[in-house]
């Protein structure tokens, strides 16, 4: 195996498909890349029994062949290479990497130990990739971080027509969002209409794949279908193609919670909020919420206990009620303000202790996101 290739193409290729190397595994293979040459194109391949990435670029081989080798200790090499040209060879056990007149040795890891990655599933149908990124974001941030609780670290997928929703939650908070999306296949219909396509998928790994692919036209979203269907997702824009492993289970439904009946409505700016939010929560001790206080034409924020104290009087609207009065934890608030585009933010409020929904005051209702009031007020 021997080949050339230009600096910059190289990094790119070794730091995306690093992306899928575990932090800690008792299995040393996987924390190697596999690297392969055929026919002037190298693909470099990671996987961790979660996830799965590959991206390809053109080289100059003079021999085909696979290798694999430790991913983060290529990367840091790959990082500090001069500008211009690398060639790469295997010699035996080692992989050598010179450009420049610096040359760096690596061993190899045994090949027949590697795991075999899973075959991407049949294309499904294609998104926006900006507009991707951004909706598992807004989303993202809802979902769990107790890996005990693997369905509440989950983002749920669900596919019908030409909409895709997306949503996570992790009891506290519930975050929903709605993108357009293009089929690529007509999917059997049944007395309701055109099935809906259900899949849970880590969070923390989705983030990272939609992350990673934005800067591409189009996402090409690839699942198996059919009767008691259950394999991974994939995710394929340009050189690079993600695979990811879907969780078991399923988000509980948020139609019930997101029906705000007899709700009072308040419409602020979003960013002033978000500041002052910021700017009072700095005296708060753990844990201690930030209180709302909303009334005709303002809402008054307060933080802090004792003397130690911070107040702000914002702009605000306020139908449905007098006054309402509500408080969250400051960093749940703070997270659900930073997943919102939109200058001016609408929240429907049922008060302390209860659900708040938030969304944009303008426009249609294509991002939501729900919190609980706490009952304690400062």
């Known amino acids: 195996m021997e080949f050339r290739v230009d600096r910059g193409d190289l990094v790119e290729a070794v730091a995306w498909a690093a992306r899928a ?54 990367l840091d090499i790959c990082k500090v290479l001069p500008d211009g040209p690398v060639s790469c060879a295997l010699d035996g056990s080692r992989f050598t990497v010179e450009a420049g007149g610096t040359s760096f040795g690596l061993s190899t890891l045994p090949r027949e130990e590697y795991p075999t990655p899973p075959a991407p599933p049949e294309a499904y149908g294609t998104v926006d990739a900006a507009a991707f990124a951004t909706a598992v974001a807004q989303v993202a941030v809802a979902a769990g971080r107790d890996d005990t609780l693997p369905v509440l670290t989950g983002v749920q997928f669900r596919l019908e027509g030409d909409e895709m929703t997306l949503s996570a939650s992790d009891r506290y908070r519930f975050a929903v969002r709605r993108l357009e999306w293009k089929p690529e296949t007509t999917t059997q219909t049944g007395a309701d209409g055109e099935a809906a396509v259900e899949a849970l998928l880590p969070a923390r790994r989705l983030l990272d794949v939609a992350r990673s692919l934005a800067r591409c036209a189009s996402v090409r979203i690839g699942l198996e279908r059919g009767p008691g269907a259950g394999g991974p997702l994939g995710f394929e824009g340009g050189r690079m193609r993600s695979v990811v492993r879907r969780l078991d289970g399923r988000l509980p439904g948020y139609g019930r919670l997101f029906d705000m009946a007899g709700a009072s409505v308040a419409e602020v700016e979003r960013e002033a909020l978000t500041e002052a939010v910021r700017r009072v929560a700095v005296v708060a001790e753990a844990n201690s919420p930030v209180r709302l206080d909303f009334s005709a034409g303002s809402v008054l924020l307060r933080a802090g206990f004792g003397d130690d104290v911070a107040t702000q009087r914002l702009p605000a609207v306020l139908s449905g009620a007098e006054e309402v009065t509500v408080a969250f934890n400051p960093a749940y608030l703070l997270d659900a303000l930073a997943s919102f585009e939109a200058p001016g933010l609408r929240l429907e409020l049922l008060g302390t202790g209860q659900r708040a929904l938030l969304g944009a005051a303008a426009g249609p209702e294509a991002h939501r996101h729900l919190l609980m009031s706490v009952k304690q007020l400062v």
Do not use: N, Q
Not at 23 to 31: E, K, M, Q, S
């Open 21 to 74: 190397l575990p932090a800690r595994t008792p299995v040393p293979v996987l924390g190697g890349l596999l690297l392969e040459v055929s026919a002037g194109r190298l693909s470099v391949s990671g996987f961790d029994f979660e996830t799965a990435a590959r991206i390809e670029t053109d080289v100059e081989g003079t021999a085909d062949g696979r290798v694999l080798v430790l991913g983060r200790r290529l």
